[in-house]
C-alpha cells in the first residue's frame, strides 16, 4: 500500500492537470506540471501499443518538458495545486 499523497497524486494525474514536486532519484528536488488525461498530451507524444504498467513507478506527462516523464512510487511527494 503506498502514501495517501501518492494515491492523491495518481488520481488527480488520471483526471487533470496537476503541480507537484518530488524527489529525483539523484536525490535533487523536482518541480513538474503533468497529467494522464490524453486530451492533454499532443497526439504524437500518444503511448504507442500496451506496455504493462509497472508498480514501482508512477508515468505522467509532463506538460513543460513535453515528454512522458516517470517517478518512483516511494518517493517524498507534494502536491501545490
Known sequence: MYSAIIQELIERLQKGK??????KADGSLREAYGTKVLDFVPFNKHPQGAKKPSDDVITFFDLEKNEWKSLKRNTNVSILD
Open 18 to 23: 496537476v503541480r507537484f514536486t518530488f524527489i
